[in-house]
């Protein structure tokens, strides 16, 4: 079982090794050999070939079962023109697979309620939601132009979407609705956007072939307020591109860190791209303080979804919730009377764990 390893820019390297040691235990215990096969993209990438997304790294990942990726970007490639920058590598990346579901779970242990920026009487009982985004279109996709106008310049980033890029998202996430509590709610702006109209046409028309899932919607200013005000209220969470980027970017503080947050990018076959949803954090890179629990739980993902091991996928998350149980924290979820442990040190915990 083939998995093109992208380690990428700044903790992205000690955080994917960590993951790594979480898969060899899984080899382990289920008797399984993975091929681990290492490529560039992002700044890396750039630096050693000019490019943020080398053709050899795409061929990669299209012949493997799936992707593991770390994190690209950083303040030294912030000035490179727009086509070489390392995102355009991972956005690059996103298209040449065809991964147009992004999944972003946000689930908060228990014993992780104190780390988080709300209440606990807010969060009581811990937390498990899910959000479906929408990845290869919409704003990031869009036609992009910057034109001189008098006294100044005009950029202009358009915001696209098919009845047929919408209808498939939407399927993935009534799919995922009925395995889990059977309510979906769509986050749009329909009463600005034509596209978020559109949008809720399209998942309307669905919802008819779905009518045992109970379909809500809400506007995207008033969920950005609900997940903190309420975020009981939601399971599964459908919505487009960009809005699906801020708000799990937001969730992540309900679990206490964005290094706690996982993501599967899929597609309509299993080869996925598994990676943290959080970003390189250079200013801590090679310091041992990031926390890897993201990039080992997005592990257990592609496990899931793309090896089709589901044993080993839960045994990977049972071992992660065993270890914070045990007190162990990282500097980002840290709290008094817990013990405080590094990103090797955490790695080593739950491969051992597992």
Partial sequence: MKITVIRGDGIGPE??????KALHSVEKKYNCKFEFSDALM??????????????ETVASCKSSAATLLGAVGGPKWDNQPANLRPEDGLLGLRKAMGVYANLRPATLFEELSAASNLKESVLKGGLDL???RELLSGAYFGKKEVVEIEGGKKATDAIEYTSHEI???ARVAFDIARGRSRKLTLVDKANVLYTSRLWRE???????????????YMYVDNAAMQLINDPHQFDVILTENMFGDILSDEASMLTGSLGMLPSAS???NSVGIYE???GSAPDIAGQDKANPIATIMSAAMLLRYSLKMEDAAECVEKAVAKIISKGYRTVDIMEEGKLLVGTKAMGDLIAAEI
């Fill in 15 to 20: 955080i994917v090794d960590q993951a790594i």
């Fill in 42 to 55: 992002g700044g890396c990438a750039i630096d050693e070939t000019g490019v943020p997304l080398p053709e």
């Fill in 130 to 132: 899910l959000i479906v």
């Fill in 167 to 169: 209808e498939r998202i």
């Fill in 202 to 216: 399209v998942v309307a028309k669905v919802a008819e072939d779905n009518k045992d899932i109970k379909l809500n």
């Fill in 266 to 268: 899929l597609g309509d």
């Fill in 276 to 278: 943290p949803c959080h």
